[in-house]
């Protein structure tokens, strides 16, 4: 069976062009925020927007793509503490918190921080499969609500990134309102 042109291994050139492509979006995000152009982070990794497209067809995935080391570094950490003792709402509420924290990476990141997360990278990919992990741990533990959707977790990431940008005393305090509503009586 052929492989998918996503699934062959890229060019020497091409890796480069890639790796360059996302060492300036992360500069150009940086800087002026997820809805910079793609024309400046094209013109910035020398190389053109035809280029830029076929490595990343859309901003969402260059974003995933540009966040993804993060993700993966956030879901080995937590992957790294689970046979540590503690509360798994805790646990959960913590792995909800460096979420918001990481969908603070770039102004404006939040608003796309869902569609980032099932772009299907390897770090979003482990960021999901983490949060899966520990909502169906304090789902057994029943401290959370049997009904709870990984999907509820991702809308209460975004609402709160939204909300709390660059406070982490606002993120902890919207967090634990929301795990209010969401534990078992």
């Known amino acids: 069976m052929e492989k998918r042109p996503e699934e062959r291994p890229l060019r020497a050139d091409a890796a480069r062009n890639r790796a360059r492509l996302l060492t ?21 990794a020398k190389v053109g ?9 859309s901003r969402e995935a260059l974003l995933a793509a540009s966040c993804d080391e993060r993700l993966l570094e956030l879901a080995r950490a937590s992957q790294s503490r689970e046979g540590e003792e503690g509360d798994a709402a805790e646990a959960l509420a913590s792995y909800i918190e460096q ?5 603070g990476l770039y102004r404006g990141l939040a608003t796309s921080i869902g569609v980032v997360l099932r772009s299907g990278t390897p770090g979003c990919h482990a960021t999901m499969h983490e949060g899966e992990r520990l ?6 533990e029943r401290v959370i609500k049997r009904d709870v959707l990984l999907a509820d977790v991702v809308c209460i990431v975004t609402a709160v990134a939204l909300a709390a940008t660059g406070d982490p005393a606002r993120i902890r305090r919207l967090i634990a309102m929301f795990f209010d509503g969401m534990r078992c009586a």
């Open 99 to 103: 979420l918001v924290t990481s969908a």
């Open 24 to 44: 300036a979006a992360h500069e150009v995000f940086s800087e002026r925020g997820a809805d910079a152009s793609f024309e400046d982070i094209a013109r910035h």
């Open 49 to 57: 927007i035809g280029t830029l497209y076929r490595h990343f067809p």
């Open 135 to 140: 909502l169906a741990r304090a789902k057994r």
